[in-house]
């Protein structure tokens, strides 16, 4: 499989549930990011990780914890979350440091969370 | 600071005729410039990025885009829209100084008439 893919694709979760997303990219990249998309608002960058560390948290309520165990994995753990947290989770990596100066960023599919 | 400014939110043209869509963009350094495009229920994909070489650049599905540093845009170009290029184009702006830093547009709907 090539890219960067994402699991589930949909998910449906009451207030009250648990969930974990999941991203995955086999592009040999060091960097990964989650990103919310909400219907008719800017792309929101939530968290970055680069070689594994943490490096951006973008003031996101603590309902979302992400995890990343590897450079090639990355985890969003969900749980008590509201009906305004539904929307489209987009993943994405891309190679940062060393001699490469063109770091475009490359998206997964997405996963619709719908929260009820 | 970056930022970046999608001046059309909605953009509707005929099949066959050019596209237009524009983006300012605001940088402290040497800036990196990318247009991406993503399909109902979909990511998104890179359509081309500016990456201070040439001026200007070519992307895919015939696509392209003038970086013009004097008047800070990167409007993104198409000579004849077909019907599959219907989607939400984001204009995104960095710079290594910023290290992961990405500064996404709001985003611009277009429309292909048939």
């Known amino acids: 499989e090539t890219g960067v893919t994402q699991t589930p694709r949909h998910l449906v979760m009451g207030m009250t549930n648990k969930k974990s997303l999941k991203c995955e990219q086999h592009l040999g990249h060091n960097a990964m990011y989650w990103y919310k998309q909400s219907a008719k608002k800017p792309l929101e960058l939530m968290f970055v990780?680069?070689?594994?560390?943490?490096?951006e948290n973008n003031s996101v309520p603590s309902r979302f914890s992400p995890e990343c165990p590897n450079s090639s994995h990355l985890f969003l753990h969900l749980h008590t979350l509201q009906p305004e947290d539904s929307a489209l989770y987009l993943c994405?990596?891309?190679?940062?440091?060393?001699?490469?100066?063109?770091?475009?960023?490359?998206f997964g599919p997405g996963t619709r969370l719908t929260v009820t | 600071a970056q930022s970046v400014t999608q001046l059309d939110s909605h953009v509707s043209v005929s099949e066959g005729t050019p596209v237009l869509l524009r983006c300012n963009y605001s940088s402290s350094y040497s800036p990196s410039l990318f247009w991406y495009v993503q399909h109902p229920n979909k990511g998104l994909q890179l359509l081309l990025k500016y990456t201070s070489a040439a001026t200007l650049v070519k992307g895919i599905n015939g696509f392209e885009a003038e970086f013009k540093k004097s008047e800070t845009s990167f409007h993104l170009t198409k000579p004849s829209a077909h019907m599959s290029d219907a989607a939400e184009y984001f204009c995104?702006?960095?710079?290594?100084?910023?290290?992961?830093?990405?500064?996404f547009g709001t985003g611009t709907s277009l429309t292909v008439i048939p």
């Open positions: 995104v702006v960095s710079d290594r100084n910023t290290g992961n830093q990405f500064y």
């Open positions: 990780y680069n070689f594994k560390e943490q490096t």
């Open positions: 994405a990596s891309s190679q940062e440091g060393g001699a490469a100066h063109s770091y475009e960023q490359y």
